[in-house]
């Protein structure tokens, strides 16, 4: 539904970007959730297969408009989230879905065993002389069977009651009977208008997929609430998608236009219903942004907590839960709890690995905080997490996984910084600041000065700068650099926690600067 990567970035920005164990049994805090050691590997545990569990796959369309793609991806999600209502079906997670490669090359049993469903709900959406014509496919995995079809021609204005007939017959097909009040969960819609639903329904696919596709998004919910103010679900995504804009950046309005809208969308969508889980989502996003020098964390906390108690099967905000607690540093051991829980509804999940990663670097687990990174990427390739790799790999002193490390976190600012002087700032620092405890390991101080010197000319001030002026001897210069941060962002919590940095702490610059990021926990906004 919500929350998928964030941005890797050598100066590491503020993110959170995005998952349950039915119980959890104390372990070493380093362990896979089936309680082996990492790395935890590409293959890991799965859920039982159900009779009654279904995969919603993302519906294909014959169009060549981009909107009507991700209006049908829209689609396929909010039938996913009808359906995710009743209690006696389990629904795998959309993110799942997108995460499946060749998935069209797949059988229909491979499908099943992938997803881990006895259903399979599949669809085409093919526009037509104004009108838009469906096929809907509820397949059987173990016996390739045909459980439910049915064909739709709509208007562009039908789509409510053409979503509400097809998860109820697919609901049927798998139940056999509905009882009245999940006949009556089935039919509730995200919104009161035609209008508004297709815009919610393209915002939705856009929101998933992160990215430069956060702005579509805000623009969508923009558009769907301006044509039904009374959608508490355009409300709450809305305000989700401009707390994401924060978190991530690359969206084209000021920070604090965007921590407003953040916060007025998520007041709005609690009031018109209190209910929902995606309003409390909403609310604990915006207030772990707004104001950035002051986040609310216990109360964004609290409110992520209650949308899991609203749904608990909700894999975003089970994991996002733990996304927080990590930032925060209020409680880690719940963060661990909410990202296995994260890994036991969708076991595919990589960037609930990066949880766990980020989790050990701030507690001085190096070792295990590259083998889950390993593990992240193992499960999802493609994704750069270079920043993340090259903190553990510093503070583990393998000088070996330096070149490695260095060439991930390039590979990360050409992703996530368009800004070409930026980039070549980052790619510098890399450089100097590898050459520099290279150095230091071989013994050549002349040379590991001389990339400090290189570094000081790069003009971009990290806290690994820091710690290698401070190595050499040069402690104004690695005070200087700590002063030229600044003020704290929400990602500096994790690593000035982290005994990685326990040198700069002889520093009172880089001590003035720990407070001033505690602060950013303790102090709760009015």
């Known amino acids: 539904m919500l929350m998928r990567k964030w941005s890797c970035t050598f100066r590491v920005r503020a993110s959170v970007a995005a998952v349950l164990l039915a119980s959890y049994s104390p372990r070493l805090l380093g362990q896979c959730p089936n309680g082996s050691p990492p790395p935890c590997g590409a293959v890991t545990p799965r859920p039982t297969t159900t009779a009654y569990s279904v995969a919603v796959l993302s519906f294909q369309t014959r169009s060549l408009d981009t909107a009507n793609v991700f209006l049908a991806e829209g689609l396929a999600d909010d039938i996913a989230s009808r359906l995710g209502q009743l209690d006696r079906l389990t629904v795998r997670s959309r993110e799942a879905v997108r995460r499946l490669r060749n998935a069209d090359s797949m059988s229909i049993r491979q499908l099943g065993q992938t997803l881990n469903a006895a259903y399979v709900l599949s669809g085409t959406m093919r526009p037509s002389s104004g009108r838009l014509h469906f096929v809907f496919e509820l397949t059987r995995t173990q016996t390739g069977g045909v459980s439910w079809s049915g064909v739709f021609d709509r208007e562009r204005d039908q789509l409510l009651e053409l979503q509400a007939a097809v998860a109820e017959a697919a609901a049927r097909a798998i139940l056999r009977d509905l009882s009245q009040r999940e006949r009556s969960a089935l039919g509730v819609s995200s919104a009161h208008s035609e209008r508004a639903f297709v815009h919610i329904a393209r915002g939705t696919a856009f929101l998933a997929r992160r990215g430069q596709l956060l702005w579509p998004a805000v623009q969508e919910f923009r558009t769907a609430v301006s044509s039904d103010q009374l959608s508490a679900v355009a409300w709450s995504r809305l305000g989700v998608a401009y707390a994401m804009c924060v978190f991530w950046g690359g969206c084209p309005a000021p920070g604090d236009s965007l921590r407003a809208g953040a916060r007025a969308a998520a007041d709005r969508a609690l009031v018109l219903d209190s209910t929902l889980a995606d309003a409390w989502l909403a609310d604990g996003l915006s207030r772990s942004v707004s104001p950035v020098t002051r986040p609310d964390f216990p109360r964004g906390i609290a409110s992520l907590r209650r949308a899991r108690a609203l749904e608990p099967r909700n894999v975003e905000v089970v994991h996002l839960t733990g996304t927080l607690l990590l930032f925060s540093g209020l409680d880690d051991e719940e963060a661990i709890r909410s990202a296995r829980a994260a890994l036991a509804l969708d076991p595919g999940r990589g960037i609930s690995y990066l949880v766990l990663s980020r989790i050990a670097f701030a ?50 600012t050409q992703a996530n910084r368009p800004d070409p002087t930026e980039r070549r700032v980052v790619s510098a620092q890399c450089r100097w600041i590898g050459t520099g405890f290279l150095a230091l390991t071989a013994g050549d101080s002349s040379r590991a000065n001389a990339a400090a010197d290189s570094l000081a000319a790069s003009g971009d001030p990290d806290l690994w700068s820091a710690a290698l002026l401070l190595r050499l001897g040069r402690r104004a210069e690695a005070g200087a650099i700590v002063r030229a941060i600044g003020t704290p962002q929400l990602g500096h919590l994790r690593r000035v926690r982290s005994p990685a940095f326990a040198q700069l702490e002889e520093l009172k610059e880089f001590r003035d600067f720990q407070d001033a990021a505690r602060r950013l926990v303790t102090t709760s906004s009015k």
Do not use: K, M, N
């Not at 750069?384 to 330096?402: K, M, N």
């Open 363 to 412: 507690q001085g687990r190096y070792r295990d905080a590259v083998a889950l990174l390993d593990t992240a990427e193992a499960l999802e390739p493609g994704w750069e997490r270079g920043s993340d790799r090259w903190d553990a790999v510093l503070a583990l002193g393998d000088t070996t996984q330096i070149p490695r490390a260095c060439a991930g976190l390039a590979s990360a």
